[in-house]
């Protein structure tokens, strides 16, 4: 079982900088996949970006490379996604996902998530 506790949204204008956090603990989180998400309203919730804790290898989705940026803390068993030059269009509920095994894309694949919190960029 992995427990999943997010935070770090807000609203921000365009061009600002927001930090999300997804706290994990449980068993053996060397062996867990972290996925970031998001979902606008009337929309369905997409890809952001997923994090490998082992390996540490992140990928991103185009729409996010090079302004967001994953990064992990060991010692706080949290995960990072630092949010650089935000647009109107990153406004979406943020979801941190977990999974054991390797990372995907795919939010289906995900057994856990956090509650969501939620990122507004005023343009």
């Known amino acids: 079982q992995v427990q999943l506790v997010e935070s770090g949204g807000g609203l921000v204008q365009a061009g600002g900088s927001l930090r999300l956090s997804c706290a994990a603990s449980g068993r053996t989180l060397s062996s867990i996949a972290i996925g970031w998400f998001r979902q606008a309203p009337g929309k369905e919730r997409e890809f952001v970006a997923t994090?490998?804790?082992?390996?540490?290898?992140?990928n991103y989705a185009d729409s996010v490379k090079g302004r967001f940026t994953c990064s992990r803390d060991n010692a706080k068993n949290t995960v990072y996604l630092q949010m650089n030059s935000l647009k109107p269009e990153d406004t979406a509920v943020y979801y941190c996902?977990?999974?054991?095994?390797?990372?995907?894309?795919?939010?289906?694949?995900?057994?856990?998530w956090g509650q969501g919190t939620q990122v507004t960029v005023s343009s």
């Open positions: 994090f490998s804790w082992s390996g540490g290898i992140v």
């Open positions: 996902a977990a999974r054991r095994g390797l990372t995907t894309n795919d939010p289906t694949r995900y057994d856990y």
